[in-house]
């Protein structure tokens, strides 16, 4: 009489077989969720040959050249960490006094700029003799270049090197990119190359005018001292984007690539796909149970008893979203919190070099002056160069925080969202409340910025306010 039929649905983490005991269903089901759960991102002791086995050959000639995967405690390791962080603080002290431009002065205060590298000189009509006066010439863009140079860069030398001192974190790197699918593994690396060149293409620029314009200059003015600070600043320069701190700063996209790449297809594959299944599977079990009691002249109240299943299957599929969502959250944990920070100083740095860069010789135009044709040829480079990276950095921070809202939206679809309403039947504003909750849950599964979720309102703000900004100082 209480015969009961069994109908055994699969579901994404379990098998579910109907007239089993409850508690014994759910504890098997909980089990093997959170052992599914823990090896989205399995521990794994992994060596330096493990890493630059599977990583593309620029990535392995950046690791290798910067030392960053050998151990903490290396004394090459961290001469060259110190070393490569004091060339770059020289080169933005130079900037910061103005040692980047001179300006060129004659006897009647008239001043001209000539391919950036400026000398004074003052002609005395009684003598026959020239003095020369080095005088250095100190703009806006100086603040940005001794910005730039003296703690964007040292901080990006820093936090590279500290990212991967820890075994566990180049664990889960590899992870990631081993976990990647291959479009995704071209996508990063072409992303790399892309970045890499761009520095490269703006380092070759900024060399050839140094030789060809700035030295010349100099030596006309038989300047010893000047000539001098040039020549170090050149070999510095040289080496900065050669072997210097660029490589650490290629090496930072290529991690933010990766990370992004890696966690938005996991919240694909884990929330978008697989939670709506078993959603969708689970109110089938509900169904089926309901359906087998009528059949059975259980006498109970239908409306009571399919609510209650409800119930009882919505408690394991929050169960299963809530570990989800954590080890999502662990994924970009460290990564978030080590290099968050980095990028929104890196772009602050963009920002600010691509206006200061722009500002003063729009104030010598505006005074009716006109620009150098060398100057304008430099600022478009300049501004062109920083442009990409900037656009690269925008983009690619908001790639988890774009794949979480896709999730959101599919559980807005009018089937999902029944059924979700369905188990908050009592209660019509928990749903509300369960939405509300996921898009705080959000703040954990993406870039935060000094502990402010990376998302495109954010950007949107940012970018009003700046205009609007830009358009009071032009007024002023």
């Not at 015969?3 to 269903?25: L, W």
């Not at 909980?30 to 521990?43: A, D, F, G, S």
């Not at 070759?204 to 200059?217: C, G, K, Q, W």
Request: hydrophobic fraction near 45%; proline fraction near 3%; charge should be positive.
């Amino acid at each position: 009489m209480n015969n009961r039929k069994k109908y055994t649905v699969n579901t994404d983490d379990e098998n579910i077989t109907n007239g089993e005991k409850q508690n014994n269903n759910n504890s098997s089901i909980l089990m093997m969720q959170n052992n599914n759960n823990n090896n989205i991102l399995p521990p794994r002791i992994v060596t330096k040959k493990d890493i630059l086995k599977e990583m593309p050959f620029l990535a392995r000639y950046l690791l290798n050249i910067m030392l960053l995967l050998e151990p903490p405690n290396n004394m090459k390791r961290i001469m060259l960490k110190y070393f490569i962080t004091i060339v770059t603080i020289f080169i933005g002290i130079g900037g910061a006094i103005g040692l980047h431009e001179f300006e060129i002065k004659n006897n009647n205060n008239s001043s001209s700029n000539d391919g950036g590298a400026t000398i004074t000189n003052n002609n005395n009509a009684t003598t026959t003799t020239t003095s020369t006066i080095i005088r250095p010439n100190f703009t806006s863009f100086s603040f940005a270049y001794f910005f730039c140079f003296t703690l964007v860069w040292p901080l990006t030398n820093y936090y590279v090197y500290f990212y991967f001192e820890n075994n566990s974190i180049k664990s889960e790197f590899l992870n990631a990119y081993t976990r990647l699918p291959l479009k995704k593994k071209q996508k990063a690396y072409t992303i790399l190359k892309y970045f890499f060149g761009i520095w490269v293409f703006y380092f070759l620029f900024a060399l050839s005018l140094e030789i060809f314009i700035t030295i010349p200059i100099i030596s006309n003015y038989q300047s010893n001292a000047l000539m001098m600070y040039k020549i170090i600043h050149i070999i510095l320069y040289l080496y900065h984007f050669s072997f210097g701190s660029i490589n650490c700063c290629c090496c930072l996209i290529f991690i933010v690539t990766v990370m992004n790449s890696f966690q938005a297809n996991e919240i694909y594959l884990q929330l978008e796909e697989k939670m709506i299944q078993s959603i969708l599977k689970y109110t089938m079990i509900a169904s089926l149970e309901v359906g087998d009691n009528d059949n059975n002249n259980i006498n109970n109240n239908d409306e009571v008893l399919d609510i209650t299943l409800k119930r009882k299957h919505a408690k394991i599929l929050i169960n299963q979203l809530q570990n989800k969502l954590n080890t999502l959250s662990e994924n970009m944990k460290f990564t978030v919190n080590t290099l968050g920070n980095m990028i929104a100083l890196w772009n602050i740095t963009f920002v600010i070099t691509i206006v200061f860069r722009i500002l003063d010789p729009l104030n010598v135009s505006l005074q009716g002056k006109s620009v150098p044709i060398a100057e304008v040829i430099s600022i478009i480079v300049l501004v062109a160069s920083l442009s990409v990276p900037l656009q690269l950095y925008l983009t690619l921070t908001m790639v988890p925080s774009l794949a979480f809202t896709k999730f959101i939206n599919k559980l807005h679809e009018p089937s999902i969202l029944l059924i979700l309403s369905e188990c908050y039947i009592k209660n019509h504003s928990a749903l509300q409340l369960f939405f509300d909750g996921l898009q705080i849950k959000r703040n954990d599964l993406i870039w935060k910025y000094f502990g402010i979720g990376v998302t495109f309102q954010l950007y949107r703000n940012i970018f009003s306010a700046l205009g609007s900004l830009i358009t009071i100082c032009a007024y002023i």
